[in-house]
């Protein structure tokens, strides 16, 4: 198996040599919406926070104060934790919070903190964001992933739990992404969130609630978060502003819940373990980047909901137009090709009657002038192997159109000549 | 022993609750020159980097670049490299070199990098940085502390490999700042670097040599950086830019050698072994942090050192203040308070005749209004505890004497109490 860094820079390569190419591979946001934070607004946001923060007419003391060393929590924990209860329904407070360098420090803080533990192992859907297993390895902890095929995750926690205690290991951290998930794009339903709830505290699991599409509905109402149904405290979320604002602002948060078990001792006690981890990483989240945020969140009224709707719109139209190319260009197919239609987010998930792998992905591009992700990057076995993830958030319609017409051309090409192997 | 984390929460604490109190606990630029990166410089360099960097008119195309997700390894590692080169005369080369977030990151993921093995050691002089032996226990590596008493480093490096021999264990990684040590403010000399190179050579033990303070110096030449020096291939160049720019840039780096003991490939090896942590801990360093330095690198003709020269003139001055204010305030106390006249950098090490923990830094700020650091913060065992490090980086000269002047009351009142308890 490729490691993430490896998949990235095969893909990085792919796309570098082939520069015409439409790519599906990316899962970043479209650049015109980030072209809305040009240099002058990101100064205008900086100087609005700025402003707010600093009461006083000490222009100096305050512009000395953004770029010195400074809170290892994060300076803007109380407007990020206003937009979390605002926008994604989540009880955060700020004494709860850990603002981090980007949402990937979050996990790799969340996991070297919570496990520590010679049996701990962490529990992931399979597959699932590259970035978590690949956390999970650098720190040298146990993966467990849980087949995606089996639809009731609750039941696959349950049995997770007996095969690990079977190895002398417990599950201590369930990872997930409920919302439009990085890679497959599907959602869990609020019942099922409840019956996750359930489990995770009868086998005391803490589970990482990553939301990094939650903003990006577009259709159906959006589901409570299991940081707002948990009444147990099970549940740390995990937010970015990468999808929202920018990724190059690097910010993101962790949000623990009030008790753990019930325990509000042991929140204080995890939160300074998390600071103290943070403390050694990365010392404090830049300051520059935490009053940009900080600033737009003023301007913004502290909701972030009027910001993104013309993303969710473009977006919208963009999933619909992959979904009729997909029905227009794979037809020929008939039921060996299948594909979802997600609610939400940036990626679908597409299978194939083949394999597709790393050869596959350079065929498509040199032949077809299409980039796509293996699904099989997001697993640890073969089970994705005839997967491919398509992310349409950074693509134009007219690319949308070419690049799946151009796909499902490779994909005949490949039945055919299946067939003759055959 | 308490934390990093805790003793900077201690440390701000006392500060909090004593606003009025002279501090020379902080290791931190003077506000005065972070002043001059004020919101208009900051987002004058951001635009010129973005000018340079992007040769076509494609304004919108160039904004959406800087803010999406990025190289992992940084995307200023040429300037970087030349500004290294130029100022600390380090064989710097882009394709070499990691872009981090701050140093601590640097320094975070060459020890997890490097020390793989399971009888794997760290050694530090005894004191060091506190972040570093947090870094080493975060990643629960083995720590072994060299006493700084031995003033031949290269035979406490020996003694050292001997001792962890005989435990089943090897040293790894030595970590070091020759320039103006934080705590102790020494240098180590060019013939001590060259033996330490050579006992690291002949133990196959990697010097992470870190220089922070390196432009800083007020007196005497610039010695070579072991990084220079080195012809074996065993030295890792950490720098940052939080003490020349601004702390809350979070920008710092790491520079490989050209070959590990002779073996390139290696170099090539650890290079995407740190590449690929980096991306699992926090995918890229922020773009906009590294466009502002890029910004500012290009406006200053690829060097720092005409920037940084107002600071160090200051700076210089405030140490000579500090040694005044010391001779003059410790008068009485004769032979029984030393302290050393570092040549550079922001701190000196004052030994005092009585033990000076946590209480005393209280006692100190309550009831004589100056906040120092014990040196036992930076100490695994009792040898520090006699010691305080004193930062003259941003006081001002007028709290320098005042503050060394209640430093001296605190230190007569406490000698006569310890009198009167004799």
Known sequence: MLSNAEVMSFLNEVADEFPAAVSFAAGRPADKFLERLDPAALLNAYNGYDKFTNSGSDTCRSTSRLLQYGRTGGIVTDLVAHQLREDDNVPAAPERMVITSGCQEA???????????????????????????????????????????????????????????????????????PNFDNPTGRVIDESQRRMILEICAKHSIIVLEDNPYGMFRYEGLSITPLAALDKVGCVIYLSTFSKTLAPALRVGALTLPESFFGNRTAVREIWREIVQRKSFNTLNTSQISQAIVGGILLQQGGSLRQWVRP????????????????????????????????????????????????????????????????????????????????????????????????????????????????
């Open 107 to 177: 996990l790799a803080l969340c996991l070297t903190a919570l496990c520590q533990g010679p049996t701990d192992a962490v529990l992931v859907r399979n597959p699932t964001y590259a970035g978590a297993m690949g956390a999970v390895d650098a720190s040298k902890l146990f993966l467990y992933p849980i087949p995606l095929n089996n639809d009731d995750l609750a039941e696959g926690i349950e049995k997770a739990t007996a095969e690990l205690k079977r190895v002398g290991r417990r599950p201590r951290v369930l990872y997930l992404i």
């Open 311 to 422: 993303a969710v719109a473009w977006y919208h139209n963009s999933r619909d137009m992959m979904i009729s190319a997909l029905e227009q260009a794979f037809a020929p197919f008939a039921e060996s090709v299948r594909w979802n239609r997600p609610l939400g987010g940036f990626f679908l998930s597409l299978e194939l009657p083949f394999s597709f792998d790393e050869r596959a992905v350079r065929e498509c591009a040199v032949d077809h002038g299409v980039i796509v992700m293996p699904m099989r990057f997001f697993s640890l076995d073969a089970s994705q192997d005839k997967r491919i993830r398509l992310s349409f958030s950074s693509a134009s319609p007219e690319q949308i159109v070419a690049g799946i017409a151009s796909l499902a051309d490779y994909a005949l090409n490949r039945a055919a000549s299946n067939l003759r192997v055959t």
